[in-house]
């Protein structure tokens, strides 16, 4: 590169490319599908929930409109409601908190540990005698310690939920994300691991009574028969775009490899700075499987590295635009949280996609690197 050529943009993800680059692919999906009007609730969703239920181990999936709806679903199915409490992550998206608040119950924020997960020690300090249920967030495609979780749960007698809106694919021991609680939240936000074209979710589930349940909630309270047989929603995950995920997810774990050697070689690169606190490398051994939906780090100087890279081209993104979901003052928490407030001055995502490739991430390195002076 000569000294005066301007360094190529990394976006932070890349939109149109996740489209351009499967783009006949992805247009035969609409003529075969679009041409025989199977829209709504038809064979395509039926085989990707199949696929998806095989894929994650979980006895059944429920296509839905999206992961904010599917928690919300799961919950109610499981007859989450008003005068119960939930226990949170206050580091997660405010959808989390959104589905518990929704079913009446009270979403009850706590402490994330030094691995930006659910501290099952803060969640055993929060239990109180309305506390029924914890709603663990595995978050940037890494699960929360569940053992530890399980055993709190279970002293107490809470049920647990998992939004593994960011985590399909990501193991804990041999149990896969969204297969450990009552009911798991997947999310097929363009953005995440496995996305669709628009919004898509799904609620993993092996239990047979919220299975059908879920069925009803997400189509207007209605049965196989058409019977109204309560309340229910629209929350249906469209079949397009369940056709479109059916393909995806055949090359799912694919990305999942190449999301990992990404993080692989953002940690060759990065590991030595003092300056950085990296997630563990993919190779790191212990319980966990993670799929790097996001490679989040906790960077000294933050607002003014992001405004370095951001200068020359290269996206990255504040979590949840800079707050906990406890700290927005319009959702009414009374909580403090001293350890996920400080951790929010510091965190940052940098870009991780399967789009990119080992220069791209030598090439922010090296821009973080300069940065620190390193
Ligand atoms: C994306 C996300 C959600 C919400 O997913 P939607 O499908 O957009 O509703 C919920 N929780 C977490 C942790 C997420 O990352």
Known sequence: MTSCARPRAIPFFDYPGTFLAEEEQ????????????????????????????????????????????ALHLALRAAGIGPGDEVIFA???????????????????PVECGADHLLDARAAAAAVTAR?????????????????????VAARHGLQIFEDAAQALGARHRDRGAGTWGVAGA?????????????????????????????LALRDHGRDATGAVTGWGF???????QAAILTARLARYPDV?????????????ELSGLAELVLPPAPEAGGASF??????????????????ALAARGTGTL??????????????????????????????????LHPLLDEEHVGEVSAAIREFYGK
């Open 26 to 69: 992805l247009t035969g999906i609409f003529r075969r599908v679009g041409g025989r009007g199977a829209f709504i609730l038809q064979a395509e969703l039926r085989e990707f929930e199949e696929r998806l239920a095989a894929f994650t181990g979980a006895r059944f999936a429920v296509g839905v409109g999206n992961a904010t709806d």
């Open 290 to 307: 993670d799929v790097f939906q996001n490679f989040e780090v906790e960077a000294r100087d933050r607002d003014a590295l992001r405004a």
């Open 234 to 240: 629209n929350s249906r995950l469209d079949n397009l």
């Open 90 to 108: 206050s580091h997660t998206m405010v959808a989390t908190a959104a589905a518990i608040h929704f079913t009446g119950a009270r979403p009850v």
């Open 256 to 268: 999942i490899r190449r999301r990992r050697e990404l993080a692989a070689c953002y940690h060759r």
């Open 318 to 351: 504040v979590p949840w635009g800079g707050k906990a979901v406890h700290q927005w003052p319009a959702l009414g928490f009374a909580e403090r949280l001293p350890y996920t407030e400080r951790l929010f001055e510091r965190l940052l995502l940098l870009p």
């Open 186 to 214: 997947l999310s097929f936000y363009p953005a995440k691991s496995l996305g669709g074209l628009g919004d898509g979710g799904a609620v993993l589930t092996s239990d047979p009574e919220i299975h059908e349940r879920l």
């Open 131 to 151: 506390t029924r249920a914890v709603l663990v967030t595995h978050l940037n495609g890494r699960m929360a310690a569940m053992t530890a979780l399980e055993a």
